[in-house]
Nanobody, 122 residues
Framework: QVQLVDSGGGLVQAGGSLRLTCAAS????????MGWFRQAPGKERDLVAA????????YYADSVKGRFTISRDNAKNTVYLQMNSLKPEDTAVYYC???????????????WGQGTQVTVSS
């Protein structure tokens, strides 16, 4: 089992920045791809960024490219999502997730954090 705890959400004005943190515990972090998803009210949960375990391959949804950066510190079992130039449409609950094996560009992750609310005011 892998336990994930999300944090770092909050209220920010448009154009501002936030950094989300996902702390993993339980089984070793090794070998897991990590993703950040978000879900706005009335909408499906979508993958916004992902990072592979090996090679550091990244994926970003078109809507966040150039503004969001995903990174990981394997020694600390932590994943980050740096969000810059935030827009009101970025408002959502953000979830980190872990997946072992297979494509990282999929909604089918194995473990999920509890979510952290990000609200961007105009």
């Amino acid at each position: 089992q892998v336990q994930l705890v999300d944090s770092g959400g909050g209220l920010v004005q448009a154009g501002g920045s936030l950094r989300l943190t996902c702390a993993a515990s339980g089984r070793t972090f090794s070998g897991y791809a990590m993703g950040w998803f978000r879900q706005a009210p009335g909408k499906e949960r979508d993958l916004v960024a992902a990072l592979s375990w090996s090679y550091g391959t990244t994926y970003y949804a078109d809507s966040v490219k150039g503004r969001f950066t995903i990174s990981r510190d394997n020694a600390k079992n932590t994943v980050y999502l740096q969000m810059n130039s935030l827009k009101p449409e970025d408002t959502a609950v953000y979830y980190c997730a872990a997946r072992r094996g297979g494509s990282m560009i999929t909604p089918a992750y194995d473990y999920w954090g509890q979510g952290t609310q990000v609200t961007v005011s105009s």
